[in-house]
């Protein structure tokens, strides 16, 4: 590092962070359930999951003892040609749980990479078919779909993609009718959205390969939120056309909208699901992309060239399956938390929803979020560092998204520490 103003104590290069200005960050000694030990001795209430990604809480015995036990027999191994129980299990765990016939399950790493995989796969599709001309894809606005290539190309253009945007391939945008608790126009915002969707797809609909959606729950764009017969009347489009639906459920998995997946919720059937995050309670790198069995079946061939020629050196790490089997016994054997998390919610919204400041409050599931009514609105509003300061100050991690403050919380949270987070929040807000 040559500038001399940098922090040259550690070599780590931290995500979304502006080295030269960030304020040195905190050391974590260790994690127990919802609680989040620092070296310094504070403890802080992880009411973010770490990212999103912690379901059952930090240091879930079952997970680690799961983990431990599947690194005495095999760590890793080669997955081209080669298979082994727990990635099996998982694949078969998984494909049990969705709707519909999705029943090809391909592993990766991360978030990002399972939708790279779900575009290449829809893009190859259409080819192996003989339909060369399906090469368009839509999404969202507001969309995020992680940080390589693919994935920015299907998201919002924004600061996150500018420097790349020579590199990023075309995508038409539709509306996203975001919602909140007593929004007198959302009739009218999905009305507009399926207008301009059926707009294109009358110029164009023979011409796309899939529709990219975060379903319910668009997450790093702000927590905006949509309706289930929203995406209902979306699905219906798109199969009048033909177009495959490709769910990016990385957030939304596994509980996080009150049911095993967002599509359970909406009584959707996607083609293809992307998977990551809480696939392993938040232990180990993991991601999976799900399709059907007619997407599979296009690829299924004697001719090479219709292989799907895609691969991690990580795919199907037996630790990471063993980890997401063990998290999945979890969900199953207790189904409560998750389904409980969205009432008291509810209870925590009714105490504060009367402060000057804080606006269109809006709930999925375990998921909570609402505006904090300040002139410079947007992800790097100067409100966001401020709140963030004041929740550890106070002994909480929220990590604000700019103007907008969000709760997803663990699956162990109890509902007088979901009442702490809300009662802190006010208290914080006050402070601005």
């Known amino acids: 590092m040559n500038n001399q103003s940098a922090d040259t104590s550690s070599c780590f290069w931290q995500p979304f962070t502006q080295m030269k200005t960030a304020a040195p960050p905190l050391r974590v000694r260790s994690g127990n359930g919802i609680m989040l030990e620092l070296e310094d001795g504070r403890r802080l209430m992880d009411c973010i999951s770490s990212w999103w990604v912690t379901l059952h809480g930090h240091c879930q015995p079952e997970i680690v003892e799961a983990i431990c036990c599947q690194a005495g027999k095999l760590e890793q191994v080669i997955c081209a040609g080669m298979t082994h129980e727990p990635a099996e299990m998982l694949a078969r765990r998984i494909v049990d749980l969705l709707p519909g016939n999705l029943a090809g399950v391909f592993y990766s790493d991360d978030g990002s990479t399972a939708v790279e995989?779900?575009?290449?796969?829809?893009?190859?599709?259409?080819?192996?078919?003989?339909?060369?001309?399906?090469?368009?894809?839509?999404?969202?606005?507001?969309?995020?779909?992680?940080?390589?290539?693919?994935?920015?190309?299907?998201?919002?253009?924004?600061m996150f993609t500018s420097a790349f945007k020579e590199l990023l391939f075309d995508v038409d945008f539709i509306p996203f009718p975001a919602t909140f608790i007593g929004d007198d126009e959302v009739a009218a915002k999905e009305d507009a959205a399926l207008a301009c969707l059926d707009r294109v797809l009358s110029a164009a609909g023979d011409q796309y390969a899939a529709f990219i959606i975060e379903p319910l729950v668009q997450g790093a764009g702000g927590m905006r939120m949509c309706r289930p017969e929203f995406l209902r009347q979306v699905e219906k489009r798109l199969r009048d056309y033909g177009i495959l639906e490709i769910y990016d459920e990385v957030m939304t998995g596994?509980?996080?909208?009150?049911?095993?997946?967002?599509?359970?919720?909406?009584?959707?059937?996607?083609?293809?699901?992307?998977?990551?995050?809480?696939?392993?309670?938040?232990?180990?790198?993991?991601?999976?992309?799900?399709?059907?069995?007619?997407?599979?079946?296009?690829?299924?061939?004697?001719?090479?060239?219709?292989?799907?020629?895609?691969?991690?050196?990580?795919?199907?790490?037996?630790?990471?399956?063993?980890?997401?089997v063990a998290s999945l016994d979890l969900l199953e054997a207790n189904r409560e938390p998750f389904k409980k998390i969205e009432a008291w919610h509810q209870k925590g919204i009714k105490k504060i929803e009367g402060h000057r400041l804080l606006t269109r409050f809006r709930i999925c599931g375990t998921i909570a979020a609402m505006d904090i009514d300040v002139p410079d609105a947007g992800y790097l509003s100067r409100t966001g560092p401020k709140l963030k300061a004041g929740f550890i100050e106070r002994g909480f991690l929220l990590r604000p998204l700019g103007n907008v403050l969000y709760i997803l919380p663990p699956y162990c949270i109890t509902q007088d520490q979901i009442h702490s987070i809300y009662k802190t929040i006010a208290e914080v807000v006050e402070t601005l």
Not at 135 to 147: K, P, S, W
Not at 255 to 279: H, M, N, Q, W
């Open 117 to 158: 995989v779900a575009l290449k796969m829809a893009f190859q599709y259409w080819k192996n078919k003989g339909r060369t001309d399906r090469t368009r894809f839509l999404a969202f606005e507001g969309a995020y779909h992680g940080d390589t290539l693919g994935a920015m190309s299907v998201g919002h253009r924004s």
């Open 254 to 324: 596994f509980g996080r909208t009150g049911e095993y997946f967002a599509c359970i919720k909406t009584k959707t059937t996607p083609d293809i699901v992307c998977l990551s995050k809480g696939i392993t309670g938040g232990f180990l790198p993991l991601a999976a992309t799900v399709c059907t069995d007619d997407v599979f079946y296009a690829f299924y061939d004697d001719d090479p060239g219709k292989t799907f020629y895609h691969g991690h050196s990580y795919t199907a790490n037996p630790m990471g399956c063993a980890a997401g």
